[in-house]
């Protein structure tokens, strides 16, 4: 009787495991790709060795539902990309959108809970892995199986970014250091193009209304490319009016630009400006401090102004209305201690106040391009050598920005 017992018990043992083309054939998926769900240890085996890798029958059925919902992104159109996730600061950065999606909160509210997590545990470890997912279950207080999914979607946005791109992380070196003073500073930054332009000495926002007037662009374009003759880096958000305006001067002549964006890097817009996006995309810099896994939210814009002005030694209000997105930069510069420019003509404009507020708060009226060139120069901002990277070529940036023969104040009127 024992041994009829035992019989059975090993029969049922051996329909639960699994050799790998078994496995492959029940997850109705090729062995290469098992071997590297193994190697990324989104499946656990529970024996491997050289002679052989077996699988328990529980594992598989909890990864099956999981890889078909997976496989829909793809019958759906989705291909698997050409981004890797191949190291700790891109698997940290999967992590990290999977788990403000998971506790669905801003990037602010995740950050610390995140932080402390990582006190317990190794946030490069992919969160589906074994020995820290029970910790992410508890922390986020869901099932292991709703996390496994969410984080599964998440990874699968990440691979869509295109090859060459790259997630800079807060404390890394390629973080821009004038940026990383701020309280704006995200944790993550994804960045397509030139990433050499973080480390760009000189560097000014050009920002304004998306409904601006032909005369405001206009002014926009002419300044954007005498910044430019003046070895001035142009930052703007590559919205409508005038942040397209001042990206097109830059590129028409060559110069280097910087597009701050409120997508991810996988999205345009607005629409009528990709063609600019993909043109910075080559010439210039893209920067977004969304994943590719965030969904573009309202106030993902008025945000990514905290990030613009991060970067940017100077901002400077074109055209603005008293409801302009513009003004939220404008109150990220003083908040930042970065000089903030406003038109004389903006000063006179008997319809909008917020022109006096802000020269009450600090900011410095400016007549004509000379008068920019003129303030920019004497900027003690412009003049921080410590902001500067020392291991690169900018180590006589101070002597090139105090040097009042190196500008060109060639006089256009910005009022």
């Known amino acids: 009787m024992v041994l009829g017992v035992m019989k059975m018990d090993l029969s049922t043992l051996a329909e639960q495991l699994y050799f790998t083309k078994e496995a492959a054939d029940y997850l109705n ?51 698997i990309g050409m981004f890797n996730i191949d190291d700790a600061i891109k698997n940290e950065a999967v992590n990290f959108a ?26 490069a470890l992919p969160m589906i892995h074994e020995d820290v997912l029970q910790t992410y279950a508890i ?10 999914t969410l984080y599964e979607k ?13 997630i800079i992380k807060k404390g890394s070196f390629d973080y821009p250091v004038l940026l990383a003073q701020t309280d704006q500073a995200p944790r993550f930054l994804y960045v397509r193009g030139r990433k050499s332009l973080l480390t760009e000495a000189r560097t000014v926002a050009l920002v304004g209304a998306r409904k601006s007037s032909e005369n405001a662009k206009n002014k926009t374009r002419k300044l954007a490319k005498q910044l430019g003759d003046n070895g001035i880096t142009v930052v703007s958000g590559l919205a409508r009016g005038i942040d397209v305006s001042a990206h097109l001067a830059a590129l028409e002549s060559g110069y280097n630009t910087i597009a701050v964006i409120g997508t ?46 991060g970067l ?63 303030e920019l120069s004497q900027n003690r901002i412009f003049k921080t050598s410590s902001l500067t990277n020392k291991n690169s070529q900018q180590s006589t940036i101070e002597d090139m920005i105090t040097n009042n023969e190196k500008w060109n104040t060639s006089v256009i009127s910005v009022s």
């Open 312 to 374: 940017s030694l100077a901002t400077i209000i074109m055209e603005a209305s008293e409801t302009s997105g513009a003004l939220k930069q404008a109150d990220y510069a003083l908040k930042q201690g970065r000089q903030l420019l406003i038109p004389q003509s903006a000063i006179d404009n008997p319809l909008i106040s917020w022109p006096r507020k802000y020269v009450g708060l600090g900011a410095v009226v400016v007549q004509t391009s000379a008068d920019i060139i003129r």
């Open 264 to 309: 991810n890097l996988n999205e345009y817009y607005p629409p009528e400006n990709k063609k600019v996006q993909l043109d910075i995309e080559k010439r210039g810099l893209v920067v977004s401090q969304f994943s590719p896994a965030s969904k573009t939210q309202r106030w993902f814009f008025p945000t990514r102004n905290g990030v613009m002005s």
């Open 154 to 166: 998440t990874y699968f946005a990440f691979t869509q970014l295109q090859e060459h791109d790259e």
């Open 98 to 123: 999977a788990f403000m999606a998971l506790l669905d909160c801003t990037e602010k509210k995740a950050e610390p809970l995140f932080n402390e997590v990582g006190e317990r545990i190794n946030l």
């Open 139 to 148: 922390v986020v207080n869901r099932n292991e199986r709703d996390i496994r």
């Open 29 to 79: 998926i090729s062995v290469q790709r098992l071997n590297r769900l193994v190697h990324d240890n989104k499946i656990i085996p529970i024996k491997k060795n050289p002679s052989g890798t077996v699988f328990h029958i529980d594992e598989l059925k909890k990864r099956k539902n999981e890889l078909e919902m997976f496989d829909k992104n793809i019958d759906k159109g989705g291909k």
